[in-house]
């Protein structure tokens, strides 16, 4: 089963826009991960924030862990057409043997319209 | 230049038949994985191995078999038992606790799209 739910499935705005995504995982994790994918392409890594940090920028982007409540939230300021893509949230789930298990969400699509 | 390397780009194959895709990275990583993507969702784990000779299955590993006789490769069959093949299969990279580094991010492949003709 996938251990990420992304939310919204899909998303559509204006340039200049500020776009947040939202993803939901199931059990504890040693690191959550955020990843973007082109149509058709491989995905490249945007951010990882570690199970002990709460808050982490990377230019444009930003993104909250709240462990509490087992979420992460990906915001993209002032968004620009190129902005448009899939976008994935990953986790490491943490086991005993220490295992390197990726595992996915569904994604959610943003379309940026200039 | 270092990189993970997905061949072929599109295959196809016929009812009944094997197919092994490619994966080959040359950045030293331990920890190797392959994904199906169905169109407009998410990926699915299939098959993942942390080290050499050694691998785990995941969610959907079923009709699906891999080796990983070298560290730097990692292919997969899809077998005639898989019965929806069809699909856009990613591999991924990353280092692991091996090297004594946690918390790392993976590297991808450019996909292979699989259709059974």
């Known amino acids: 089963s996938q251990q990420g739910e992304e939310d919204p499935q899909a998303l559509s705005i204006q340039e200049g826009e500020n776009a947040t995504m939202n993803c939901s995982y199931k059990?504890?994790?040693?690191?959550l991960q955020w990843y973007r994918q082109n149509s058709g392409r491989g995905l490249v890594h945007l951010i990882l924030?570690?199970?002990?940090?709460r808050e982490k920028h990377s230019g444009r982007l930003r993104v909250t862990l709240d462990t509490s409540k087992k979420s992460s939230s990906l915001l993209i300021t002032a968004s620009r057409a190129a902005d448009t893509a899939s976008y994935f949230c990953?986790?490491?789930?943490?086991?005993?043997?220490?295992?390197?298990?990726?595992?996915f969400g569904k994604g959610t699509k943003l379309t940026v319209n200039p | 230049d270092g990189g993970i390397t997905q061949s072929p780009k599109y295959l196809f194959r016929k009812e009944g038949q094997n197919v092994t895709l490619s994966c080959e990275q040359n950045?030293?990583?331990?920890?190797m994985y392959w994904y199906r993507q169905d169109p407009g969702q998410g990926l699915r784990l299939i098959y993942y191995?942390?080290?050499?000779?050694?691998?785990q299955k995941g969610d959907i590993a079923e009709g699906y078999s891999v080796s990983r006789e070298k560290k730097e490769s990692f292919p997969l069959t899809v077998t005639s038992a898989q019965k929806n093949p069809t699909a856009f299969y990613l591999c991924?990279?990353?280092?692991?606790?091996?090297?004594?580094?946690?918390?790392?991010?993976?590297?991808f492949g450019q996909g292979t799209r699989l259709t059974v003709v």
């Open positions: 991924a990279s990353r280092r692991g606790p091996i090297q004594g580094i946690m918390n790392t991010e993976a590297f």
């Open positions: 059990t504890s994790i040693n690191n």
């Open positions: 924030i570690r199970s002990n940090e």
């Open positions: 990953a986790t490491v789930p943490f086991t005993q043997g220490g295992s390197e298990k990726l595992v």
């Open positions: 950045l030293n990583h331990d920890a």
């Open positions: 191995s942390q080290i050499v000779n050694d691998f």
